[in-house]
């Protein structure tokens, strides 16, 4: 017979099941969205471009004066955390991570965003 | 009594002065002029602490102070101001922005002209600011000013403009509205004619073989016109125009916005060429008289959040011709001997549709229907050559845009139909016939986001007389370093030549009309197909800190079938299918740079080497200079107040020696010389925009009076076996004056 102790653990792991049943039903068209920090144009095609060299990302957006990105992606292929680590590969920070500052400094000046005066520079013009 | 009187005074001095309020309104000072009141600003006397501050009217009260004589006005982000009070009511007080404070967006004005260093294809977009530097009038004079397509004048009579590009007539260009085919077949001659210029917002050419998109019939290139829509333009606009030679045009626009998503538009363009003009004394007018009326009515709707968008056009086109002969009366002379004389009237119906569905979840997809229906019949005789047509097509095209895994890989695919009846007459003869095609089409773009980026386009087709086929076509793009493009292309187009329609100039000459029958199924002859391969580099810098465009361009259309045109003989024209070869080389090297500020020069030299295999031999195409040169000055002074300013613009084509046809059976007095001379034409505009709403422009076309003496052979007997107005290699028309104004709500 059941005690209701192990009653309690049989409806704690169904629950478990339940919510992995969820998790696995996962978005092939996931719109995910968060901040990644950045400056100008240059930036926008770099991390543009890093977002969208991760498999399973479709399509990339990043909005420069609200520093957006929106994404939509295959949550069977990747995560929004892979695309997050690969910006910050890129020197960029996002909400969650952060670029090594090696790589920060290989930027060029303009797009050192962690400069409060970089935004005033020069950007060239990218077309 | 002395006392009392002081008393007196001080109380009229207290009513006058103590218990008056001085007032006024203080505005913001803006270049549009437009009244804006600021509320909350401090208004104090001039070395106290007594002071006020202005409601949200901007209005402020303060009483009189007799030991103050000055008011400060100040406000944030503001010049302060000091005013001397000597009024009661200071009425309204302007508060000019502190310039210093405020931050200045350094904008770069983008060229008129665009040569694009992303696009995988060779695309220039013309705006609408370069089309207004040819003031007049419809698509076909639009091109003047820009180096990248040939206007030439098909013969002395007609005075039809017709375009070359890369060295090649009209005809091999495909024509596109809104990217839906136009200029086909009927209206190949006059249909450049058919589309206003002020109708349109911007053209795009590209050189090349260009996308399976839109068919396979394109041969040099595409070029597309964009037309204004009616969310975007002005509510009314409003042009007219006027030249020496008594032609007059109007251009108007009305639009109104129903709601946010809907708009319409009415478009109405008129011309009339009233003036009997014949200054070189041949007998010959020497532009027709014309009367043309076209209107167009436009829908678009446009609901962004659901991720539709709809066009529906309406055009309607009414356009008379006469030339020929000063005294010639169609009423009595029409298929005459008395005088030689001819007419064209035209009218045609264009209906189209546009929809298009982008998924709002995944904006990388969309799908998108486009559909449109044409009828043109032409009515009209060149001296006692009769020609009609008639001329009904159907298009439907149907796109879905997606992507392979990621935006790194984009395709469209889709299917399409093509209907077209033909119903024409030759003087007695009948060349009816019936046109139907489907097709099937897809186009992959790969871009690496780094260097390399192509678009690869298959289209499969079937087409009851061309058969069925295949049409490739390779579009790629590798950035060398920093602002230079290296582009190749290479593909094949296939089409059914109208030799009568593209070559209508034929009936103003006594020429005998001789089509060499090869079985085929056009006119007894064989389609055309050609294969179109180019290279091109473009290079964008910065000289003396201002931008600089560089680039160089060869492409090379060799054609494996083709209806050579062949005006060799003088007493005949013939139409055969091409046995042995026919390539055409065309080199294209163009320098922008800005002088100064504001002011654009263009040079751009152009070498075409377009060698067909005559049946007489192999030959230069006729009446195609090797030589070309080009040059454009741009000038515009700062914008003022109210957008006042000039604009300046002065143009020189220069054309190198030119082979004619032969002429050696001819009697000696009909004979032409084997080649004719260089020569340049100069065409100059001034503008001046009176402000943002108005402006009037002055200029000149042909300013240096170049003609050709005697544009037309035999021009003193027209009936006769020599009279030809079809070598025609300078223009008819000597130098054109014109004056114009536009209006814009």
Redesign the interface.
């Known amino acids: 017979m059941f005690t209701t102790k192990t009653f309690g653990k049989i409806i704690w792991m169904a629950s478990i099941l339940l919510v992995s049943v969820q998790l696995n039903a996962q978005d092939k068209n996931k719109k995910v969205s968060f901040e990644v920090k950045g400056n100008c144009g240059m930036c926008k095609a770099r991390i543009e471009k890093a977002a969208l060299k991760v498999k399973g990302v479709k399509y990339v957006n990043w909005d420069i004066p609200s520093k957006k990105i929106t994404l939509i992606l295959d949550e069977n292929k990747c995560s929004p955390m892979d695309v997050r680590k690969a910006i910050a590969l890129k020197g960029h920070d996002t909400d969650s991570t952060k670029a090594d500052i090696k790589t920060y400094n290989n930027l060029p000046a303009c797009c050192k965003y962690r400069d409060p005066n970089s935004i005033h520079m020069d950007h060239g013009t990218k077309h | 009594m002395k006392s009392s009187l002081i008393v007196l005074f001080l109380f009229f001095n207290y009513l006058s002065f103590s218990q008056l309020q001085i007032k006024g309104t203080v505005l913001e000072f803006n270049l549009d002029n437009k009244e804006k009141v600021l509320s909350n600003v401090n208004v104090l006397w001039l070395d106290s602490n007594i002071g006020t501050t202005t409601n949200e009217l901007g209005e402020f009260a303060i009483p009189y102070k007799k030991e103050y004589q000055k008011l400060v006005v100040s406000y944030v982000g503001f010049k302060t101001d000091t005013i001397t009070v000597n009024r009661p009511n200071l009425g309204k007080i302007w508060l000019h922005p502190d310039v210093e404070l405020e931050e200045v967006v350094v904008r ?1 004005k983008l060229n008129p002209i665009q040569k694009s ?2 696009n995988v294809q060779n695309v220039v977009t013309v705006d609408s600011r370069e089309m207004l530097k040819a003031a007049c009038c419809n698509l076909s004079e639009s091109f003047e000013t820009n180096p990248s397509v040939d206007v030439n004048i098909s013969d002395a009579v007609t005075g039809a403009k017709q375009i070359q590009m890369l060295g090649l007539n009209s005809p091999y260009l495909l024509f596109t509205q809104e990217n839906m085919p136009s200029i086909r077949g009927a209206s190949q001659i006059y249909g450049l004619s058919f589309i206003p210029g002020s109708w349109i917002e911007s053209i795009q050419i590209t050189k090349g073989a260009g996308s399976v998109l839109n068919g396979f019939e394109s041969i040099s290139g595409q070029i597309n016109s964009e037309l204004v829509k009616p969310l975007t333009d002005s509510e009314l606009f409003l042009n007219m125009y006027a030249n020496n030679y008594e032609r007059y045009e109007l251009n108007t626009r009305y639009n109104t916005v129903l709601n946010d998503k809907l708009a319409a538009g009415i478009y109405l363009h008129a011309n009339l060429r009233d003036g009997i003009i014949d200054r070189n004394a041949d007998n010959f007018l020497d532009t027709p008289l014309a009367k043309q009326i076209n209107f167009m009515n436009r829908w678009q709707f446009l609901d962004p959040d659901k991720g539709w968008v709809s066009f529906l056009n309406a055009q309607f086109l009414l356009d008379e011709k006469q030339t020929g002969e000063k005294n010639f009366d169609p009423k009595t002379d029409q298929f005459t001997n008395n005088a030689w004389g001819s007419e064209v009237k035209t009218n045609r119906l264009d209906i189209s549709a546009k929809l298009g569905y982008v998924f709002p ?4 997809q969309s799908f998108g229907y486009q559909t449109a229906f044409s009828h043109h019949d032409q009515n009209s005789y060149y001296g006692l050559n009769l020609y009609d047509i008639k001329h009904t097509s159907y298009y439907s095209n149907a796109i879905f845009n997606s ?1 392979i ?4 890989h984009k395709f469209k695919t889709g299917l399409s139909f093509n209907h077209d009846r033909f119903e024409e007459n030759v003087n007695t003869t009948n060349y009816d016939r019936i046109d139907n095609s489907v097709g099937a089409f897809f186009e992959y773009t790969y871009d690496n ?2 260097k390399l980026s192509f678009v690869a386009g298959l289209r499969l087709d079937n087409h009851n007389r061309l058969g069925t086929f295949i049409t490739p076509r390779l579009h790629l793009r590798y950035s060398l370093w920093n602002k230079a493009s290296l582009r190749l292309s290479t593909g094949r187009g296939k089409r059914a030549s109208n030799i009568f329609a593209e070559n209508q100039q034929l009936f103003a000459s006594s020429r005998a009309i001789n089509i060499v029958n090869n079985s085929g199924n056009l006119y007894s002859l064989h389609p055309e197909t050609a294969w179109n391969t180019g290279i091109g580099f473009v290079q964008k810098l910065y000289l003396w800190n201002r931008a600089m465009d560089l680039s160089l361009d060869f492409y090379r259309i060799a054609f494996t079938d083709q209806v050579i045109v062949d005006w060799e003989n003088p007493r005949a024209i013939s139409f055969y299918n091409l046995s042995g070869k026919s390539v055409s080389k065309s080199l294209q090297v163009d320098l922008s740079y800005e002088l100064i500020q504001n002011m654009n020069l263009r040079l751009t030299y152009k070498n075409y080497d377009v060698k067909v295999d005559y049946q007489s031999g192999s030959l230069q195409k006729p009446l195609q200079p090797l030589h070309r040169f080009f040059t454009n000055l741009s000038y515009e002074t700062p914008r003022k107040y109210r957008q006042r300013h000039w604009r300046m613009d002065f143009t020189l084509h220069w054309q190198g020696e030119q082979r004619l046809p032969n002429t050696t059976t001819n009697a000696t007095a009909y004979q032409l010389p084997a080649k004719t001379a260089a020569y340049s034409i100069i065409n100059s505009q001034l503008t001046r925009a009176v402000n943002e709403k108005f402006e009037v422009y002055l200029g000149g076309e042909n300013i240096g009076n170049t003609t050709q003496k005697k544009p037309i052979l035999s021009a003193e007997d027209p009936f006769g076996p020599y009279f030809d107005s079809t070598v025609l290699f300078a223009p008819v028309l000597g130098e054109t004056y014109y004056l114009g104004f536009r209006y814009r709500l």
């Open positions: 770069k260093l992303f979840e995944l904006p990388y992507i895994g990621s935006t790194q986001l780094e």
